[in-house]
């Protein structure tokens, strides 16, 4: 019987490592994907491509669907772990499911960088970080509403671009 790998985290991290092990060791283990995210694996460099209307969504996917059944991964996208018991080798997940586990790979990424001001919690501040961010941005631009970018780094130029394409 082969072991259960799980791997919280469904972003680029994920897709590579069950990339590698279906080259070195397909079929050792029973492999599961769990993350919060609601979508596939998806290169969130091109982000802004999708905000700018410039790719498709779907564009970006890293794997289509069948890739990761053809190697026998059970995803769970949408799906946030709430704690980690690592002496029953059991996650919980948000809806009370519980998944079992005999090795455990944390690939959760990071979160975007929040400024330490005041309002930086107010409704309408939103962060640029992942798909859920450039959905909101979209209606937002669908909408005309007046959106001011703070930060001039990378993805701050690439929002305000993506925007104004928009």
């Known amino acids: 019987m082969s072991e259960s790998l799980v791997i919280v985290g469904n972003g680029m991290a994920a897709a590579r490592l069950v990339d590698e092990l279906a080259k070195v060791a397909l079929g050792r283990y029973a492999i599961a994907v769990i993350g919060d995210e609601p ?15 410039e790719t498709a969504s779907h564009e970006i996917e890293l794997r289509p669907a069948n890739w990761w059944r053809d190697r ?3 995803l769970k996208y949408g ?8 002496g029953r080798r059991e996650l919980k997940i948000a809806n009370e499911e519980s998944v079992d586990f005999s090795r455990l790979v944390l690939a959760t990424g990071s979160s975007p960088l929040r400024l ?9 501040v939103n962060t640029f970080r992942d798909s859920r961010d450039v959905d909101l941005l979209l209606t937002l631009a669908a909408a005309k509403k007046r959106v001011v970018v703070v930060g001039g780094g990378l993805l701050g130029l690439e929002a305000a671009y993506g925007l104004a394409k928009a």
Request: no cysteine; charged share 15%; net charge negative.
């Open 39 to 53: 979508r596939l694996a998806y290169n969130r460099v091109l982000l802004s491509s999708v905000l700018a209307g």
């Open 72 to 74: 026998g991964v059970t």
């Open 79 to 86: 799906s946030a772990v709430e704690e980690i018991d690592v």
């Open 116 to 124: 330490n001001v005041p309002g930086v919690d107010l409704a309408g």
